[in-house]
């Protein structure tokens, strides 16, 4: 069984025939991005996942990841944006701890960088930096500090060894002095933007020291490929969650909250905001995504969301088995107000707030889509990486916008690096 979308709660605010005539009028595009036209060849490297992980790639990283897990207490990923937030959302949800993960690279805080530094002393540390254009200031300064520390701890040879680069190997920076140092190096895919490269040795690799199984996630890519490859787009939820959101825009939704029950989905809902805010936020275009972890956030946002102003709309990864059970202690009298769900399991609890909010969304203006997970696995986040990606592809597609580039990042980069030049 695969992710399924149900968009039955957006009809009171657009109808079934709204989304058919939509699907009409876009067809030729439509057909043409589920192709995935080769036209775009600089960029549609994630779309074919054999290509994107063959089988002698997926051994590499198993061996790796196997020996990191031997033999490091920590791993430091050092990467930022599409470098780390894929895996990063996989780890946080389904890691085991068998080796400390740290994140680095991914801010300037010197607050940050003494922490990461503190927590390496002792211990046996492994790095891997990720990086696709390594001009990117954040990982390629904190890797400047990172392998000098390694290299007077164990000496270049030995830190070398402890080193693995995923670099563009087309004589980038990275792969240059990688292969200088003799750095063990993975390839970051020429054709994948880092957004897109979750399911890459991007992310592969560090998914794998986490202890979570890399072929699943990739089947379940698989799966959900085949699916939005083979069905029409009538029936294909890639194309209806990217029509019905563009027609939520145009009605002046403008603003998309991820929301869900399942705190472990926090950092994918990070990644989900990158993907989308950086493939579609151009030229004055877009919806602004957001993210709210419910029930927490009910008690912050959840007014705004209520009553505030009508603009936004909301998507659920509903988590259908919630993949674990906790019992409320039976109390013979009401002590404190809440016999009334006495021996409830949590699971009841959260599945009963879960509906009741959208059910009160929905009524309070809040057009609602759900994505029913059947549960939180390598196999479905698979699937949910793959769906998001081609739903981003398509719907970028339909709003006019090109999802591959970023050039607004540029802005504060220029007026930063000059600054810092002329110091
Ligand atoms: O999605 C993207 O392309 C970006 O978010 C990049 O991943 C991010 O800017 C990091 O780039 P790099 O890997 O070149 O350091």
Not at 129 to 138: G, R, S, W
Not at 143 to 156: A, D, I, M, S, T
Not at 180 to 206: I, N
Request: proline share 4%; net charge negative; charged share 20%.
């Amino acid at each position: 069984m695969n992710v399924k979308l149900d968009y039955s709660r957006v009809s009171q605010f657009i109808s079934q025939q709204e989304i058919i005539d939509s699907i009409e009028k876009h067809r030729p595009l439509i057909e043409k991005v589920l192709e995935a036209s080769t036209e775009d060849k600089d960029n549609l490297g994630w779309v074919d996942l054999d290509l994107l992980a063959n089988t002698s790639l997926i051994q590499q990283i198993q061996a790796k990841a196997r020996e990191i897990r031997e033999k490091a207490d920590v791993f430091v990923l050092i990467g930022v944006g599409g470098s780390n937030q894929g895996s990063r959302a996989v780890i946080e949800s389904l890691g085991d701890n068998n080796v400390e993960i740290i994140y680095a690279g991914n801010n300037l805080s010197p607050h940050h960088m003494n922490r990461v530094m503190a927590k390496l002393s002792d211990k046996s540390v492994y790095i891997n930096v990720i990086a696709k254009n390594f001009a990117t200031l954040e990982p390629g300064i904190t890797f400047r500090v990172l392998r000098n520390y390694l290299e007077q701890r164990y000496g270049e040879a030995e830190a070398a060894k402890r080193i693995i680069a995923t670099a563009s190997l087309n004589n980038s920076s990275l792969e240059v002095l990688g292969k200088e140092k003799g750095y063990t190096l993975l390839p970051f895919p020429l054709d994948v933007g880092g957004r897109f490269s979750v399911l890459s040795a991007v992310g592969l690799l560090p998914i794998a020291v986490a202890g979570i199984n890399i072929t699943e996630l990739l089947q379940g890519a698989n799966d959900i490929k085949r699916e939005i490859q083979s069905l029409s787009p009538e029936d294909n939820p890639a194309v209806l969650y990217g029509v019905t959101r563009n027609s939520l825009l145009q009605k002046g939704y403008n603003l998309e909250i991820l929301a869900f029950f399942e705190p472990l989905l926090s950092y994918f809902s990070k990644w989900w905001i990158q993907l989308f805010g950086e493939s579609e936020g151009k030229h004055g275009k877009g919806i602004y995504p957001t993210a709210c972890s419910f029930t927490e956030d009910l008690h912050s946002l959840g007014q705004y969301i209520q009553e505030g102003q009508r603009m936004l709309f909301e998507t659920f990864l509903n988590l259908e088995n919630q993949g674990s059970s906790f019992k409320i202690p039976h109390e013979e009298t009401d002590n404190d107000g809440f016999q009334y769900i006495d021996s409830k399991d949590f699971t009841f609890l959260n599945k009963t707030a879960y509906e009741a909010t959208v059910k009160a969304h929905v009524e309070g203006g809040v057009p609602c889509l759900v994505l029913n997970i059947p549960e939180l696995t390598a196999y479905y986040m698979g699937q949910l990486f793959y769906f998001f990606q081609y739903a981003c592809y398509i719907s970028a597609s339909l709003l006019g916008v090109d999802p591959f580039n970023q050039p607004g990042v540029e802005a504060y980069k220029n007026v930063m690096f000059s600054s810092l030049k002329t110091i």
